[in-house]
């Protein structure tokens, strides 16, 4: 499958700033997704995106590799969320969408698909054919990173694109699905800098961990918050998370978005 070449990356692209720059002046979703697949501020990153995307893996010679980094997919009305580590060397890398084209975003999928928030239960490139129900699926961080590992500073440096997206899904969104540990203290970082206040202590991660964050301050309604580990093939070899465990987590999730699709 070819890829379609993007746009240029833009002067200031390089820009350590450019996500703080840049998120917080986006109106718009789509707006946000271009500007996040222009960013080069981690050069870590870049250099691995890059290296993996010239030296394709044998089974995928044929493939225009995306090469950047991976924008959220769904749509802009969305009231659920789900926000996990996603862009696969190889998977989401290659694909230029989240979740797709690797075995995690199979497991992902299916689990959306038999609740109804996923048009098919797989996902193999961007045009498939696939669609989401009032779903939209982001990352903590868009690059592809070395042993799935992004650093403190990568993190702390992509924040302001999922801080951005959060607050531009604020008016619909009523839950978030954060997958696994990195993903649930990058989701209640990202909210502290919408503004929205967390409970104190400090929830801690944990399988069907349920936090709600009230309504109020020109806040439309409550916001629910809930853990599930992360469906990698680390943890779905081993049954760590199995399937009806993510189904009932994000049928719990979809329930409280108040979506009619569940099933």
């Known amino acids: 499958m070819k890829r379609p070449r993007g746009r240029g990356a833009g002067p200031d692209a390089d820009d350590p700033a450019f996500p703080a720059r840049h998120a917080p002046r986006c109106t718009r979703l789509g707006e946000l997704d271009e500007l996040v697949a222009r960013c080069r501020a981690c050069p870590r990153l870049v250099a691995w995106r890059e290296e993996a995307a010239r030296v394709k893996r044998a089974s995928f010679q044929d493939w225009e590799y995306w090469g950047r980094p991976v924008p959220g997919f769904g749509p802009a009305d969305a009231s659920l969320a789900v926000v996990g580590l996603a862009p696969a060397a190889h998977g989401a890398n290659r694909t230029g969408r989240m979740f797709t084209g690797d ?3 199979d497991f992902l999928f299916a689990a959306l698909h038999e609740i109804g928030l996923a048009s098919q ?3 193999r490139h961007t045009g498939d054919g696939l669609a989401l ?13 070395p042993g799935n590992r992004p650093t403190a500073d990568e993190r702390d440096a992509c924040r302001p694109w999922l801080s951005a997206e959060l607050g531009l899904l604020a008016p619909r969104l009523r839950a978030v699905v954060a997958l696994g540990g990195f993903g649930w203290g990058a989701l209640l970082a990202a909210i502290r800098e919408t503004g929205r206040p967390l409970p104190r202590p400090r929830p ?10 009230p309504a109020g301050d020109g806040l439309p309604h409550p916001l629910h918050l809930l853990g599930s580990y992360h469906p990698s093939q680390r943890n779905t070899f081993t049954g760590r998370l199995t399937f009806p465990m993510l189904v009932e987590v994000l049928r719990r999730a979809a329930e409280l978005a108040q979506l009619p699709a569940v099933r």
Do not use: E, I, K, Q
Not at 204 to 213: A, E, K, P
């Open 103 to 105: 075995a995690t975003g």
């Open 121 to 123: 239960p797989t996902s």
């Open 133 to 145: 129900h009032g779903v939209r699926l982001t990352a903590p961080v868009h690059c592809a990173p």
């Open 204 to 213: 801690v991660f944990g399988h069907g961990v349920h936090v709600v964050l």
